[in-house]
């Protein structure tokens, strides 16, 4: 069965780095979301991408956040200056076409960073 | 406030049997809601999908039921296995746009033999 996956599975990183968190999501999939598990909380929506730009973003996705799709099947974020409570699971989503249908979204396993 | 609540927090139960999870959700514009399974360590995996026409939903040892006059949900496992522990999280996605999901913080079953 087709998955979405995430590299790389753990990231350490200094604060006030930059990191990039990446994913290839399902080919066939046309919708793509980036979501964060602070450890102990509940997930939390940052943003969701479709046709080449952000179509919705949340309150915790502000200019240090970035995504992009640079290569047609890679998708990315981007976080610029990375600070302590950047750290979290950081997921990446997709779903098939059919805006406004019921479709699933189907989750990559993860990419842990950790900001020291 | 768009807010989804689980109950109970946690839960242990012996191998076999049966075991009913809670969700109550104030999330507006309604659009579904969805049970995940989330393994520890892994990211989380769709059960069901309802929409607000439909009351319950099946997949396998899983049902799932919807009451959207009141703003509830419940996913019953049946005959539970050690594999099914794992967190099981309520999510409702809000409006008709691109499909943004509201999690609830999850109840944490544990299966034991």
């Known amino acids: 069965e087709p998955e979405v996956t995430q590299t790389p599975s753990h990231q350490v990183t200094q604060m006030g780095q930059e990191v990039i968190l990446r994913c290839v999501p399902i080919s066939n999939h046309l919708y793509f979301y980036w979501y964060r598990q602070i450890l102990g909380q509940k997930v939390e929506f940052l943003v969701s991408?479709?046709?080449?730009?952000?179509?919705?973003k949340s309150e915790i996705f502000d200019d240090q956040f970035s995504v992009e799709r640079p290569d047609g099947s890679n998708f990315t974020l981007k976080i610029r200056s990375t600070k302590l409570e950047d750290s979290a699971m950081y997921f990446c989503a997709s779903s098939e076409p059919g805006q406004g249908a019921a479709q699933p979204q189907h989750f990559g396993d993860g990419t842990r960073l950790s900001i020291l | 406030k768009n807010q989804v609540e689980q109950s109970p927090q946690s839960l242990i139960i012996l191998e076999g049997k049966n075991c009913t999870l809670q969700?109550?959700?104030?999330?507006?514009?309604?659009?579904?809601l969805r049970w995940y399974k989330q393994d520890t360590g892994r990211g989380p995996v769709s059960l069901t999908i309802?929409?607000?026409?439909?009351n319950t939903k099946s997949n396998g040892r899983y049902t799932a039921t919807l009451d959207a006059d009141t703003k509830q949900s419940s996913l019953h496992i049946t005959a539970s296995q050690l594999s099914d522990s794992a967190s099981y999280i309520c999510?409702?996605?809000?409006?008709?746009?691109?499909?943004?999901?509201?999690f609830g913080t999850g109840t944490r079953l544990l299966v034991s033999p």
């Open positions: 309802m929409t607000f026409s439909e």
């Open positions: 991408f479709y046709n080449n730009e952000i179509s919705e």
């Open positions: 999510v409702v996605t809000k409006g008709t746009g691109f499909q943004k999901l509201v």
């Open positions: 969700c109550n959700y104030t999330v507006s514009p309604f659009s579904n």
